[in-house]
């Protein structure tokens, strides 16, 4: 995998420390479960708001400038072509049902890869020594 440029790693730090409501909401309702979400990853020459990098799943939050926008046609194509499958929400859609749409991603990740766990299980449980 190429090394992310650094303007770019810079670019989502920035993004990770002002995170929009909606990003916010489902990020606190998805950070604990397994397989890992990660936020802002960089693919290629774009910032995924949300990701699932073992189902290769794309979450985006757009806000109304992204009504009817070609820039999104092109990444989402881009996205696709590299793998990822992508799932897009309305701003106020996630403000208005937060657990419906983390659902949505949670029911999306199981039917790409596996059930996710909010605990995983301690690794050495039960065992005897």
Sequence with gaps: MPRV???MTRRARALRGNATEAERLVWLRLRTYRPRFTRQL?????ILDLACRQARLAV??????HLD????????????SVGWRVMRFWNSEVVANPDGVAEAI????????RPTHPQPLPS???RKK
């Excluded at 985006?60 to 400038?65: K, P, V, Y």
């Excluded at 926008?69 to 696709?80: K, M, V």
């Design 5 to 7: 440029p650094p303007e």
């Design 42 to 46: 960089v693919v290629g020459r774009y």
């Design 60 to 65: 985006e939050f757009d806000g109304s400038q």
């Design 69 to 80: 926008s070609s820039y999104d046609a092109e990444r989402t194509a881009f996205l696709e």
């Design 106 to 113: 949670l029911g999306e990740v199981v039917r790409s890869c």
């Design 124 to 126: 050495r449980e039960g």
